[in-house]
C-alpha cells in the first residue's frame, strides 16, 4: 500500500511539473488515460482537489501547489540518496546541469570539457548559457558559476579561476580613426559596445576605479548585445570600444588585434566560482566535476 502511495505522488508530480498529462504519461510510460486514473483516485483518498483540468491545459489548485511544495525537496533528497549508491560503481555516471555565461564556458569549462567526459563517460553535462541570476532550485539546475562577491551565503561556493579585471579594448583599424581615451570619462566621445544581461535589466554600466575612488561611466554607442563573446566580436570587427574580461580577449591581445588602453583605471573583480545548495548528499558523479573544475593556482586559465 505504501508503494502505491509513493508511485501516485510521483505521478502527480509528474503532471504538476510538465503541466501536461501527455507530456508525464510519455516521462512515466503509462497512458494518459492511466495516468488521469491514478491522479483522480489520488484526489479521492485525500478528499482535495489537486489539479485543474481544461481540454487545453492543467494548472495546481490551491492544494495542489501545497502538496507540490511540501513533497518535491522530499523526492529530491530521495533521488539525491540514490544517486549516491553510484559511488559504487567502477565509474560515475548522471546528468549534470549547469546555469552559466558563454564566457565561463569558454575561460573555465572548455580547456577541461575534452578530458572529464573522456574520464568519465557515462556523465551527461548540460550547460546553459544565462546571464540573469537563475535561481537554481527553481529551475533544477545543480550549480552555477557566478562573480565570488554575488553568491549568496546560503550556498557553497568553490573558486574555479583566479581574480579578473575588466578592461577597455578597440582594434587597430578604429584607433587609425579615433582617438585615445585618456580617462574614462573620454569614452562617451566614443562608439561602445554595450551588454545588457536580462531582457528588463539596465545596460551594464562601465566600472572604473582609481586611487580608491569607484565610478562608473555610462558608455554609448551603435550595438547592445547579451552576449560578452559577441561584445568582444564587434570590437575585433572595428566597430567600437568593448570592456570585456583580461583573460578573454589575452590572445588578441598577444597577437594585436586588439588594443588595451585605461588600464590604470580597471578594477579587479573576485573570480569566478561554482556554486551549488548545500545539500547533505552530492553524487559522485557532480562531486567529479567538482574535483575537476576547481581552481589551483599553478594550472593556468587561457582562453581558446
Request: glycine share 4%; charged share 20%.
Amino acid at each position: 500500500m505504501a508503494q502505491n502511495k509513493m508511485n501516485d505522488l510521483q505521478a502527480f508530480l509528474a503532471v504538476a511539473q510538465q503541466q501536461s498529462f501527455t507530456k508525464a504519461a510519455a516521462i512515466l510510460r503509462v497512458t494518459p488515460s492511466a495516468l488521469s486514473h491514478t491522479i483522480r483516485a489520488l484526489e479521492e483518498r485525500l478528499g482535495v482537489r489537486l489539479l485543474t483540468r481544461t481540454t487545453r491545459n492543467v494548472s495546481l489548485t490551491e492544494a495542489g501547489v501545497r502538496l507540490s511544495e511540501s513533497i518535491t525537496p522530499l523526492f529530491e533528497q530521495i533521488n539525491a540518496e540514490l544517486d549516491a549508491l553510484g559511488e559504487l560503481r567502477d565509474k560515475p555516471k548522471g546528468t549534470i546541469r549547469l546555469t552559466c555565461t558563454d564566457d565561463q564556458i569558454q575561460l573555465h569549462l572548455r580547456p577541461m570539457l575534452a578530458n572529464f567526459l573522456r574520464d568519465y563517460p557515462e556523465i551527461q553535462l548540460e550547460l546553459y548559457v544565462d546571464y540573469g541570476f537563475t535561481n537554481l532550485v527553481e529551475e533544477r539546475f545543480d550549480a552555477g558559476i557566478r562573480l565570488g562577491e554575488s553568491i549568496s551565503k546560503d550556498m557553497i561556493a568553490l573558486r574555479i579561476g583566479p581574480d579578473w579585471r575588466l578592461v577597455v579594448v578597440g582594434s587597430p583599424d578604429y584607433f587609425a580613426n579615433h582617438s585615445t581615451p585618456s580617462t574614462p570619462d573620454e569614452l562617451t566621445e566614443h562608439a561602445c559596445i554595450n551588454i545588457r544581461h536580462r531582457v528588463a535589466g539596465p545596460i551594464y554600466a562601465w566600472e572604473f576605479e582609481k586611487d580608491q575612488r569607484s565610478f562608473t561611466v555610462k558608455a554609448e554607442g551603435p550595438l547592445v548585445f547579451n552576449s560578452i563573446m559577441h561584445v568582444l566580436n564587434a570590437a575585433l570587427d572595428g566597430i567600437g570600444l568593448a570592456y570585456v574580461p583580461e583573460p578573454l580577449v589575452a590572445p588578441y591581445l598577444a597577437d594585436g588585434r586588439l588594443k588595451m588602453i585605461l588600464t590604470d583605471w580597471s578594477p579587479y573583480f573576485q573570480g569566478y566560482h561554482l556554486y551549488y545548495p548545500n545539500r547533505r548528499q552530492a553524487s559522485p558523479a557532480f562531486m567529479a566535476f567538482v574535483d575537476a573544475i576547481r581552481y589551483r593556482e599553478n594550472k593556468q586559465v587561457t582562453a581558446l
